[in-house]
C-alpha cells in the first residue's frame, strides 16, 4: 500500500496581531521524511500542531492524500505523534504502551498483540517487552514512543524535536536508527528542528523557515550547496558576510556580478536576485570555498588564528579593510598552521562558490 502524500494549501496562522505561519505551501510525497528547519519562533512547532489538529490555521488547507482533513478532530487525523519528552506512561509495561492507541481504538487483543509483537520486532526490543519506561536508557525510551506512534499505521508521522533529550553521542545512532524505522515502515514523515547537522543528515527535503515564511524547500544538498536567500546561506551552515556595491558590467542577466567591497578590493560572484547597480549587497562565502593562495589580485589580509579541529584546520584572516573571515581546510597528518602574523591572500574557490544577496 502507497504511503499518502501531505499538502499544506497556503497555510497562515495568527496570534492575535502577531503572524507565526505566513502563506506555507508545502507538497510532501509519500513515504518522504521532511524536516522542517528553523530557529526557534520561526513557526516549525505551530506548522506541526496544525497538521496533527491541535491548532486550527487561519488559512489554507491540509490535504492527506486527496483528502482535506482540516474538519477532523485530532483522533480523527490518522496521524501518529512523537513528542520531545515521548510522554510515555511510566505506570505501563513496554508492550501496554504501544498497544496503547490501538486499544483506544478498539482492536481486538489478538490483533493488539499482534501488531505489538511486530513493532517490538521493528524496533529491536523484542526481549524487553515487560519492563517499564523507568527501567529503560533515552534511546530505548525514543524507540517505544515511535513504535507506539507506528502501531496505529499513521498516514502521517510527526516528530517533535525527538532527539533534544538525548546526550550528543547518543543522537547520532538515534538519527540513523529513526531513519532506518521510518524507511522500514514507509510512513511519510515530518521531523521538527532548529539542528541543521540533523535536518541534513536525517531528511530527503529540508524546508527552511524565518518568521513564519518558507525560505526554501529542496533536497538537503541543494540547500547547503545551493541557498536561495541569504538567510538560508547563513543558517545552513556557517558564511563569512562581506559587505559592498554591485559594480557596472558583468553579466547581470546570467547571474554574473562583480562587486566592489566596502575596503575598495572587488570580488566576482553570483547574483541571487535582482539588485540595481550601485545598490548595497552581502557577499557569501562559506569557510570552506576560501583558499589561500600566491594571486597578487587575491584578498590581502593577516591571520589572527588557527584552530586545527580533527581533520580540518580552521584560520581566521583579518582583511586589510578591517574585516575577519574564517577559512576552513583539511589537515595533512602531521601539517602545522600558520603562524598568527602571517600575511596571505585569499580567494574563491570559484565565483558559484561565492553568493551575492541584496543588502535589506
Do not use: W
Not at 507538497?27 to 506548522?47: F, H, N, R, Y
Not at 589580485?297 to 573571515?325: F, K, N, T, Y
Amino acid at each position: 500500500m502507497a504511503a499518502d502524500a501531505l499538502t499544506l494549501d497556503g497555510i497562515s496562522h495568527r496570534f492575535g496581531d502577531s503572524i507565526a505561519v505566513d502563506n506555507v505551501n508545502l507538497e510532501i510525497a509519500g513515504g518522504e521524511l521532511v524536516a522542517l528547519l528553523g530557529p526557534s519562533g520561526c513557526g516549525k512547532t505551530t506548522l506541526l500542531r496544525i497538521v496533527a489538529g491541535f491548532v486550527q490555521q487561519t488559512e489554507g488547507r491540509v490535504i492527506v492524500g486527496d483528502a482535506v482533513i482540516d474538519h477532523l478532530p485530532p483522533h480523527r487525523r490518522t496521524i501518529g505523534i512523537v513528542f520531545q519528552n515521548y510522554a510515555l506512561f511510566p505506570h505501563m509495561s513496554v508492550a501496554d504502551n504501544i498497544a496503547y492507541g490501538l486499544a483506544a481504538r478498539g482492536t481486538d487483543k489478538a490483533l493488539q498483540k499482534s501488531r505489538v509483537a511486530e513493532m517490538l520486532d521493528l524496533v529491536q526490543l523484542g526481549q524487553m517487552a515487560e519492563r517499564y519506561p523507568a527501567q529503560l536508557s533515552g534511546g530505548q525510551q525514543q524507540r517505544v514512543a515511535l513504535a507506539r506512534a507506528l502501531a496505529v499505521r499513521p498516514s502521517i508521522l510527526l516528530l517533535d524535536e525527538p532527539f533534544a533529550a538525548l546526550d550528543k553521542n547518543l543522537r547520532l545512532d538515534m538519527q540513523i536508527e529513526i531513519k532506518r524505522i521510518q524507511r522500514m515502515a514507509g510512513t511519510t514523515t515530518i521531523i521538527v528542528t532548529h539542528d541543521q547537522e540533523e535536518a541534513l543528515s536525517m531528511a530527503d527535503r529540508v524546508a527552511v523557515l524565518s518568521r513564519g515564511k518558507l525560505e526554501q524547500f529542496a533536497p538537503a544538498t541543494d540547500v547547503y550547496d545551493d541557498p536561495r536567500t541569504f538567510f538560508v546561506n547563513t543558517f545552513v551552515g556557517s558564511a563569512n558576510v562581506l559587505a559592498g556595491k554591485l559594480e557596472p558590467g558583468g553579466d547581470h542577466g546570467g547571474a554574473a556580478a562583480r562587486v566592489v567591497l566596502d575596503d575598495g578590493s572587488s570580488i566576482d560572484g553570483k547574483l541571487m536576485g535582482p539588485v540595481s547597480v550601485g545598490g548595497r549587497v552581502r557577499v557569501c562565502i562559506r569557510p570552506e570555498h576560501f583558499l589561500i593562495t600566491d594571486d597578487p589580485d587575491a584578498l590581502p589580509g593577516l591571520v589572527e588564528m588557527a584552530l586545527p579541529i580533527g581533520a580540518s584546520i580552521i584560520h581566521e584572516v583579518r582583511l586589510a579593510g578591517g574585516g575577519s573571515v574564517k577559512i576552513e581546510s583539511a589537515r595533512a597528518t602531521g601539517a602545522s598552521a600558520i603562524a598568527p602574523g602571517t600575511a596571505v591572500r585569499l580567494k574563491p574557490v570559484s565565483r558559484d562558490a561565492t553568493r551575492i544577496y541584496a543588502a535589506t
